[in-house]
């Protein structure tokens, strides 16, 4: 008999849960049904009682509040993957511009009256990352003002992509699956609190299926196919 | 069936404020334009609701401002033929003309579709939709349209000013029959006092909301006063009559108090009761029994009296009989003829100045 | 064409006309009450009746979207008195995602047939009243043809906001594929993955040749509806 | 000013297909319900674009279907008034009334505003909207707009089939001098041919969208062919006079070729030139020449032929001077009288029945 | 009150108000002519204006976005001609917000207004013609007054589809407080938080009375246009 297990995924882990998705239930016959969506959406529906088994959120603090009202399934929460963000460039900035992120870099100048595309930098994962970043770098009062937040981090991306904003902040990951864009500079990894994708079993979900599903996300496979979309593995996993 | 009105209603101008009974046949309401008689008609049907007062059909209270008595308009079951037509544009005209069919009670019986269509002559064009339809072909739509309702009464707002006189003599003879077969009460606005002569039974007159006068019809027509409402070409006298015989040559010879009378054939049998109109200006005035003329009907009668209006002409009010006849000449006719009170003079009528239309059936 | 969409695809497009029909069927009649209500009728609260309609169309979408899920939620008062006494499961289903989109045209649709019930001339109802008709045969034999052609019109101006409805949705039944994952959000689920904008582009194609076809057949009923009276 | 029209236009179930002229004064477009005078007027104001066919004003071609001329309806400038209202709800009277002004050429003179409510009794309502009017009140709005609107010719679709008689006889008049004074011409549909005999220069008279017969007022009324059409109460003649003398008691002394007629006063001076009606009911035929009867109006003439119609009526036409009268009498009395073409006989008729409404100047 | 709502809130209450206003403001005579060729004209090309007037309202907000974006960007084709030509620059402005929430609406707004066309009676037309007023005439002294309810009434709902519009709004000219931050894009950013229901409560809360207060206004106002109508 297969199973079919539901997963609640952030939107920006489609390319690759889609291809992992596609080799399990290969290879297990079961399947995996993956509803994407922001991550605090999808937090908020599993508070109110979603048929969600596997939730795997951009943003720890999420992971944090279901956990702190116990609808997760004990022991089961672990970082599934890591990120880093990046700074990019793309059409709409002058070609062959070079920019080293450090204390004292002259990004508003770099950006004139040009946007600075982030993702919401009070609500969206890759935006709160980023305004931190900047703000350790000393670099936020400065270019604030130019900064454009977008609803998530693809339609930050999507800005700089079509040139619109000569400059954006986010994930790796991003930047590597749009051709148009180049990646200036890496934030440093101390500049910002740890990216990390936590996954985790829910409560009223929980059974065997759901189980192996995890474990099929943390298996092997799962991780060859996160690490060719250019996310990280955490720490402590086994390489 | 009698309908009792008695209401009142405020307007922005002026004040409804009109009673009236209303004893079976038909009544009709006559008034000037903007007298109040579309909002007395409006008040019966119940789309409009009086400030005070109370309407009652054969007993029935339809409305009752006291009593907080409102029939609602539905189960008034009153066939009313509007001033403006109101056709439901997205119907043809059949399904105009049975609307009203299937909230009839089970035993109503009246005419057929067929029937009405036929007299109306709609039958050519029961499929149209109104908007493909003349003015007079509308209105004879809506006319339709209240009569296969099977209603209680009717209520109708001048139904026949948009239609040519043919139309009008195939109608008029079908409502007379109505009203004597059916005794379907009726209640009738219009500004042709020929209609009303012919069809009424009792009249209305409305003035600026109020009634003025109010009565059987013989009475309220023949009432001298009423001249200026009615208008001076259509003063004249209503007397009942009776249909003595039918003659070979196509004349009908009817008995009144005062003599007899010819006029074309009608279609009554002998002995029947009936009532006949003759205008004020149609009659002249004789001193002597006329000889060598083309008029049939020479009354002999006495003037009762005489009333001299604006203008060269006079009324002369003629006893004949027990009826009174009006006459209206010229001051200096009258002159000439030494016309007094007390005077025995002939009324001389042509024949055909008693025009069919001019005859009702009480 | 199927090999044009996706299975899945195909699935997205499927569901979107289940929940836009449902949602334009169940709450057309409620739409033409409250329309009638608005337009014809005079009571207290009717100005909180209005708003409370037009809510939908002054939120955010997300706002709907996380009140919904508030309220028919599982956990939610009405979800579970639905759930218990109907046996009817509104959260993460179909049907919630019918809900959501019926809620959210549900202002259109009342002020396109408010808007057609003001037009109808009171005198034509007063007159088949007089020819004995109820207030429901009125209805029913006259209001309703003659505002035909503004039900047909918010009909599809509902089935248009159903088709695209996206905000309210995911945020209510969220975006699980072959069960809530309508085309709007199968168009988002693609915006989001690099070189998904090909397979959006389609799905938005698709999205739009629906719409269109219903707009169409709209129009040529409510054209024959309005000529109808007319008359010709 | 002449309006030529020459029209085809199908519709479902007969076809229109008239081809007339209005030479200027009043033309009166006469027929049943549904003859397709509606039809008509719309197409020369430009509301329908008929299928073939061309429309011309005083030279000016307003439409020619083969030429392709069509001149949008407001640059027609015809002040239409229609038979269904068409007020504007969210106007007031006012300025219903003076909606067309603003569009009238700078020089366009005519009535103004003030007399024109005045006539139409409508001062004590110019701030009422059009839903505060009665019926009739509507109708009289929307004659003053059209007439406001400073046209170059008035079309009237029943313009009074709605109003009493007394607002009638105030209208008439208007329309008389109106006709007389500013020679607008006029293109009337009526269904009262007291109306059209008043006003109407010319006659058209209309038969299931054809021209039966169209002409000079004084011929197509006093045709006896026309009697169908008019209605027989209605038959009479039309005779050209002159204003003799005025007389001191309030009477009018007319010259006709064939002698003198006595009516009530008239407005116009003496000498000037007009037109009697004299309906073939109105008049007595005698062998003798009557005495000490009121009618004032005795004429010597000759009969010249006799048509028997159903019923016991004929109609008796009788030469007086140029003239020719038409008496409808009983068969009774033609043979009573021994009455045969040649014979020589009187016509009575009393003044009275030569009413004002039934004069017309030209 | 100003302590109820930070000065930041103040601003997305100012500046959605701002775009809302000026998007129905400035759309409205368009929408009043689209309306009136779609319920009087016949053209070719009609069912495709049609349907091109209703592509908001079909397609996800996010996708009209993406395509303003692309049009009206600083790099793309009709955006590039503005800011050459008027100096108008919308991408990333306040300006753009009210575009998109103008063209979020305009479907709402043409709709009611062509009903509400549809429904005058063209013989009152023909009649102000035969009095001497040309097409334009007749439509300014009759048409217009006469719809004048529709064209409120889809002016009140253009204003609250404004107010409430978000999707197309933060694709298209994101989200900058001060400039592009109009009301719906607040309230989404405080639920993106945990904890930040409340404060996006209150912003619902205000949102609704501003729409509330507008309904009501409208509903006043075309109660009276209608009630001039309706004669009295
Ligand atoms: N809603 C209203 N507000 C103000 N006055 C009104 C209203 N309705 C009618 N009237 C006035 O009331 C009077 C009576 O109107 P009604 O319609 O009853 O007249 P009517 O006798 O039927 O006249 P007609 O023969 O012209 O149809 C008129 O003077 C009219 O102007
Ligand atoms: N759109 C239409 N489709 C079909 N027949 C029509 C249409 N419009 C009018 N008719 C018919 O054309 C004929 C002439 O109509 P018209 O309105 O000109 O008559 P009318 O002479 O003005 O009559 P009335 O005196 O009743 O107003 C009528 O028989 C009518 O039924
Ligand atoms: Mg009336
Ligand atoms: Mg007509």
New binding site residues.
């Given amino acids: 008999r297969a199973d079919t297990v539901t997963v609640f995924a952030a939107a920006s882990l489609k390319t690759a849960l889609d291809q992992i998705s596609e080799r399990y239930e290969k290879e297990t016959g079961d399947a995996l049904r993956i509803s994407y969506a922001g991550s605090s959406r999808l937090a908020r529906q599993i508070q109110q009682g979603a048929p969600a088994q596997i939730f795997v959120s951009a943003n720890a603090a999420w992971m944090d509040v279901l956990e702190g009202e116990g609808l997760l399934a004990a022991a089961t929460r672990a970082d599934l993957l890591v990120n880093r963000i990046v700074l990019v460039a793309g059409p709409g900035a002058p070609e062959g511009l070079s920019l080293a992120l450090a204390p004292g870099t002259d990004l508003a100048g770099t950006l004139g009256d040009g946007r600075l595309a982030m993702a919401l930098v009070e609500a969206v994962p890759a935006g709160i990352y980023g305004k931190a970043a900047l703000q350790s770098l000393q670099l936020w009062d400065s270019v604030a003002p130019s900064v454009a937040q977008a609803d998530n981090v693809r339609a930050a991306l999507r800005l700089v992509a079509s040139g619109e904003a000569p400059l954006g902040i986010v994930y790796a990951t991003d930047a590597m699956a749009e051709p148009k864009v180049r990646v200036l500079d890496l934030f440093p990894e101390d500049s910002h609190p740890p990216i990390r994708y936590p996954a985790a079993i829910l409560a009223e979900g929980d059974g065997p299926a759901a189980r192996a599903a995890l474990r099929y996300l943390r298996g092997d496979v799962a991780r060859a196919i996160f690490l060719r979309n250019g996310f990280g593995l955490p720490e402590g996993a086994p390489e | 069936m009698s309908l009792q009105v008695e209401i009142t209603h405020p307007l922005p101008g002026f004040e409804v404020n009109v009673a009236f009974e209303a004893p079976g046949g038909v009544t009709a309401l006559f008034g000037q334009s903007g007298a109040g008689k579309t909002t007395v008609i409006n008040a019966v049907a119940g789309l409009l609701r009086p400030q005070a007062g109370c309407i009652a059909l054969a007993g029935e209270v339809l409305y009752d401002a006291q009593k907080r008595v409102n029939l609602p308009v539905h189960r008034r079951r009153l066939g009313y033929v509007f001033q403006d037509g109101r056709l439901f544009p997205h119907l043809s005209v059949r399904r105009n003309l049975t609307y009203g069919q299937r909230f009839a009670p089970q035993g109503a019986t009246g005419p057929g579709l067929d029937e009405v269509a036929d007299l109306l002559g709609l039958s050519t064009?029961l499929d149209?939709r109104p908007?493909?339809?003349?003015?007079?072909?509308k209105q004879r739509v809506a006319f339709g349209r209240a009569l296969l309702a099977r209603p209680r009464m009717l209520l109708m707002d001048e139904p026949l000013a948009?239609l040519?006189a043919a139309r009008k003599d195939e109608i008029l003879p079908y409502l007379e029959r109505l009203r004597d077969q059916t005794g379907l009460p009726i209640l009738y606005v219009s500004h042709s006092v020929a209609e009303v002569a012919r069809l009424a039974t009792t009249v209305v007159v409305l003035e600026a909301g109020r009634v003025v006068r109010a009565g059987p019809a013989e009475q309220v027509l023949s009432d001298p006063a009423m001249v200026r409402q009615f208008g001076l070409r259509e003063a004249g006298a209503v007397l009942p009559a009776e249909i003595a015989r039918h003659h070979a040559d196509g004349l009908t010879e009817l008995a009144i108090s005062g003599g007899r009378l010819f006029l074309p054939q009608m279609d009554q049998p002998e002995g029947a009761r009936t009532r006949v109109r003759i205008l004020a200006h149609d009659v002249i005035v004789a001193d002597r029994a006329p000889e060598g003329l083309s008029a049939l009907n020479v009354l002999p009668g006495a003037v009762l009296s005489l009333r001299e209006g604006q203008g060269p002409g006079m009324i002369v009010q003629i006893q004949c009989g027990t009826d009174r006849l009006l006459a209206r000449i010229t001051r200096r006719s009258a002159e000439a003829l030494r016309l007094a009170p007390g005077r025995s003079v002939y009324a001389v009528i042509k024949t055909v100045s008693i025009a069919r239309t001019d005859v009702a059936a009480r | 064409m199927t090999g044009w969409l996706g299975p899945e695809e195909w699935q997205a497009v499927a569901l979107s006309l289940r929940v836009s029909l449902w949602a334009v069927g169940l709450s057309l009649p409620l739409s033409i009450l409250a329309a009638y209500a608005l337009a014809r009728w005079d009571f207290r609260g009717k100005q909180l009746l209005n708003g409370v309609i037009h809510l939908p169309l002054i939120l955010p979408p997300v706002v709907t979207g996380y009140l919904l899920l508030l309220g028919f939620g599982r956990r939610g008062p009405l979800g579970g008195v639905l759930e218990e006494v109907f046996g009817l499961v509104l959260a993460f289903r179909w049907t919630g995602a019918a809900l959501a989109a019926a809620l959210m045209a549900f202002p259109l649709t009342v002020r396109a047939i408010r808007l057609a019930i003001e037009a109808v001339d009171p005198k034509l109802e007063q007159a088949a009243a007089t020819l004995g008709a109820s207030r429901a045969w009125v209805f029913l034999t006259v209001t309703l043809p003659l505002i035909l052609p503004g039900v047909i019109a918010g009909a599809v101006l509902g089935f248009a906001k159903a088709m695209g409805e996206f905000g309210a949705t995911i945020t209510f039944v969220s975006n699980i594929p072959g069960q809530t994952q309508t085309l709007p959000l199968a168009i988002y689920t693609f915006l989001q993955v690099p070189g998904g904008d090909g397979a959006a582009l389609r799905l938005v194609a698709v999205s739009v040749a629906v719409a269109m076809a219903a707009l169409t057949v709209s129009e040529v009923l409510a054209r024959r509806a309005a000529k109808r009276v007319a008359?010709?």
Wanted: aromatic share 0%; glycine share 38%; net charge negative.
């Fill in positions: 064009m149209r908007g493909a339809l003349s003015g007079g072909e948009a040519d | 008359g010709g």
